[in-house]
C-alpha cells in the first residue's frame, strides 16, 4: 500500500538547547509523509508460518518557519527565522524491512524468532542551525541497525478461551544501537561528532500470560 499525507501547521517543542540550556518553540510547520509498506502471512505447512513486513518512507518537512527563544522561565528571549525544506522527520526508521518464523513442534507450543532491520533514521533537527547557509541543510543520518527477537509459549484451550503461557527476549544479540539522536546539539556541525546520541535498550526478558476468547 503507498499512501501519501501531509502535515499542516505542526508544533514542536525542545527543552535544554544549546551551552545555555534554552528552550524552543515552533509554530507553522509543514511536512509529508510519503511511503509503501507491506505486511502479511502465509502459512507454508500446518506447523510453519511466515511473516514478513517492508515498509520504505520518505517523510520530510517542507516549509520555512520561526523558531522562539525560551529562558527557564519559559520568557521570549529572542526570535529566528530558519528554513527545513526536505529535512527528514526525525524518531523513526524511515525504512524497515522484517521477517519471522512461527513455528509449532507440538500441539500447543511455539516459538517465534524475528528479525528487523532498521535504516534511514535520522536524528532530530536543531532549527537555530537552519539559517545562512545552512537553510534546508539534512540532520544526520544515524547508522543502520537490526534486531533479533524471540517469542515462545504455550497455549491452553479451555473450552471458548484460551491461556497463553509465554516468554520474550527482546534483542536477542544484545545488539548495540542509536536509536536517537540530536543533530547540531554540541556545535554547528551536521555530523557524528556534532550530535548528542541515546542508545536503545539491550537484551530484555518478559514473561506473562494471555487469556483470549
Given at each position: 500500500?503507498?499512501?501519501t ?22 509554530n507553522?510547520?509543514n ?9 502479511g502471512?502465509?502459512?507454508l505447512v500446518?506447523?510453519?508460518e ?9 517523510w520530510a518537512?517542507?516549509?520555512a518557519s520561526?523558531?522562539?527563544l525560551l ?13 527545513a525544506?526536505?529535512?527528514?522527520v ?9 521477517a ?21 533514521n ?6 537555530l ?14 547508522p543502520s541497525y ?8 504455550y ?8 491461556l497463553n ?6 534483542n536477542?544479540?544484545?545488539t548495540m ?6 543533530n547540531?546539539?554540541n ?8 550530535a ?14 494471555k487469556?483470549?476468547?
Open positions: 500500500m503507498c499512501i499525507r501531509y502535515g499542516k501547521n505542526k508544533q514542536l517543542t525542545r527543552s535544554n538547547v544549546g551551552p545555555n540550556l534554552l528552550s524552543f518553540n515552533i507553522g510547520l511536512s509529508r509523509y510519503t511511503g509503501i509498506e507491506f505486511d502471512t502465509y502459512k500446518k506447523q510453519l511466515v511473516e514478513a513486513l517492508f515498509s520504505f518512507a520518505d518537512y517542507t516549509s520561526t523558531v522562539y529562558d527557564g522561565n519559559d520568557i521570549p528571549l529572542d526570535t529566528i527565522s530558519f528554513s525544506k526536505g529535512v527528514h526525525s524518531d523513526a526508521a524511515q525504512t524497515q524491512v522484517g519471522a518464523l512461527r513455528y509449532m513442534p507440538f500441539k500447543g507450543f511455539y516459538i517465534k524468532p524475528r528479525f528487523t532491520y532498521f535504516g534511514r535520522y536524528s532530530n533537527f536543531d532549527p542551525t537552519l539559517t545562512d547557509l545552512n537553510k534546508d541543510r539534512d540532520s544526520w543520518k544515524m537490526y534486531l533479533m527477537d524471540l517469542n515462545l509459549g497455549e491452553i484451550p479451555f473450552g471458548a478461551f484460551k503461557i509465554y516468554g520474550t527476549c527482546n536477542l544479540l544484545n544501537y542509536i536509536n536517537d539522536g540530536r547540531n546539539a556545535g554547528t556541525g551536521f555530523g557524528a561528532t556534532n548528542t546520541v541515546f542508545f536503545g535498550t539491550g537484551r530484555t526478558y518478559i514473561f506473562g500470560t487469556l483470549t476468547f
